[in-house]
């Protein structure tokens, strides 16, 4: 079964979430206008309302409350929809060509980072600090593995996660939009020593790193 390929997902979750956070902070801010200054209004009063019931009022809560319930439904589900079309077309076509493909090895407790055809292998966690050195503003294929038990590929600056899982391959492809120095961890609890599974990625120009490549990987990152 060929692997199945996963692309940058992240501008789609930020685009929902651009629009979830201003609605809970109007909501909140609302509420909280509306508790104090009937609080602020209504202390002096002595004796309780006599109305019970204020069913234009209550009916429009309702119909206010249903209207935004389905239009965030609404968007997450169009989010959900626009991430597997852009994974099928991924899986289907070759149209994402990476300009360089990494093999990444998560084990119990480190990273192993190879470069197929390079003779480049670094490795971070318990046994040291060697970066993941990759190039930005290109489509980067990296090949996810695990050799024990599943652990998890996180880089939180990048907001980007996904787990690694024994017997399987996760293929990814990632961009990096910036250069510069992100540090990454193991997301899934693997052990005892799980928290020293961490690493760095070091993303540069591409011409940078084609050099960075082609000496070996000699060149400091
Ligand atoms: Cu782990």
Redesign the pocket.
């Known amino acids: 079964m060929p692997p199945l390929a996963i692309v940058d997902t992240r501008k789609v979750y930020d685009w929902v979430l651009s629009i979830y956070v201003p609605i809970a902070i109007g909501v909140f801010a609302l509420f909280t206008v509306l508790i104090v200054g009937a609080v602020l209004v209504y202390r002096r009063r002595e004796r309780p309302s006599r109305r019970h019931e204020a069913n234009r009022l209550e009916g429009s809560y309702v119909v206010l409350l249903t209207l935004v319930a389905s239009f965030l439904l609404y968007i997450t589900f169009t989010a959900l929809h626009q991430d597997n079309l852009i994974v099928a077309s991924a899986r289907a076509s070759s149209h994402e060509r990476p300009a360089v493909t990494i093999d990444v090895t998560?084990s119990?407790?480190e990273w192993t980072f190879t470069y197929p055809g390079h003779g480049i292998t670094h490795r971070s966690g318990a046994v040291g600090q060697e970066p993941l050195v990759v190039p930005t503003n290109v489509p980067v294929r990296i090949e996810l593995r695990s050799e024990d038990?599943?652990?998890?590929f996180w880089v939180p600056q990048l907001a980007f996660k996904h787990d690694?899982i024994p017997g399987s391959v996760q293929t990814l492809t990632l961009d990096f939009d910036r250069s510069g120095s992100f540090s990454g961890s193991?997301?899934?609890?693997?052990?005892l020593l799980?928290a020293y599974?961490v690493f760095t990625v070091e993303a540069m120009p591409l011409g940078r790193f084609d050099t960075w490549l082609r000496t070996g990987g000699t060149v400091s990152a």
């Open positions: 998560a119990r407790w038990v599943i652990h998890s690694a193991c997301a899934e609890y693997c052990g799980h599974m």
